[in-house]
């Protein structure tokens, strides 16, 4: 199976005055072609620092990651910038998107900004905004939307430049519970349907029954890997498996 980004002996450390804190300690992970990966955990153990570290947005005190075989610290700019927009989309809690430009401005931005034109990409755009149940909003300004149609705006945008694989950090932290849903339902669609893959961080185990695999993060360590034949990881075992972790 294809892997799309690998960590290889992950460490992360801040610095508070003269004592050194890790943050991440030696994390190894493969996300492949059309996995479904989450990532739970308590606060400050290092969720949000992962996927910094696996998008290249913030550099490894130690180890290194892979996107697509190639290694981010030994690729050069602008090769190294050009290899992580095309492969990672990266969804936030708060959506990030700009609010008096319309759905189709936001989700277009991003290929514009690289030069390529938005109205040649207008079908496949289209059809990303039928699959995430956006189908006639193009014209709708950002601020008239609600919570859980500015999520699926982000992810359009995320995915807008046909990268494999998404980020999404807390995507659902900011929503109703039915919007919520909607969300996790579209993204599992993206996998099942389109073969994205997801790496998602979230603190509602309801998320976590859409993953193909469940990670449980503990002090900067996988603290337990659950892995799982199909999808459908029980709400029960989520909370089970918090409870056994004090999380
Ligand atoms: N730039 C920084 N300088 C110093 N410490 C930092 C920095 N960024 C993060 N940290 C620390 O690293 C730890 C992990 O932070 P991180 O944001 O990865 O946690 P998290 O698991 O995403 O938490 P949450 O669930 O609250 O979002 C925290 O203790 C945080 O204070
Ligand atoms: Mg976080």
Do not use: W
Not at 52 to 67: C, E, I, N
């Amino acid at each position: 199976m294809t892997v799309i980004a690998r960590a290889t002996g992950l460490y992360r450390f801040h610095e508070h005055g003269d004592r050194k804190e890790a943050v991440l300690r030696g994390i190894d992970l493969d996300v492949h072609a059309g996995e479904f990966v989450c990532v739970m955990g308590p606060s400050g153990s290092g969720k949000s620092t992962l996927l910094h570290l696996l998008s290249g947005l913030d550099k490894p005190s130690a180890g290194h990651v892979s996107l697509e075989g190639a290694r981010l610290d030994q690729v050069v700019e602008p090769e190294r910038t050009l290899l992580r927009r095309r492969t990672i989309g990266h969804v936030f809690q708060f959506f990030h998107l700009l609010p008096n430009l319309t759905v189709i401005e936001n989700v277009g931005l991003p290929i514009a900004i690289e030069g390529g034109h938005p109205e040649e990409q207008a079908e496949r755009l289209s059809g990303l905004l039928g699959t995430l149940g956006l189908a006639g909003r193009e014209d709708a300004l950002v601020h008239e939307l609600s919570g859980g149609e500015m999520q699926r705006v982000s992810i359009a945008r995320a995915l807008a430049g046909g990268q494999p694989l998404l980020l999404c950090d807390e995507p659902t932290g900011n929503l109703s519970q039915k919007a919520g849903l909607e969300v996790m339902q579209i993204l599992r669609r993206l996998r099942d349907e389109e073969g994205k893959s997801v790496l998602l961080v979230t603190h509602n185990p309801r998320d976590a029954t859409f993953a193909d695999r469940v990670l449980f993060l503990v002090d900067g360590e996988i603290a337990k890997d659950v892995q799982l034949e199909g999808p459908g990881i029980e709400v029960e075992q989520v909370h089970e498996t918090l409870a056994s972790l004090s999380i």
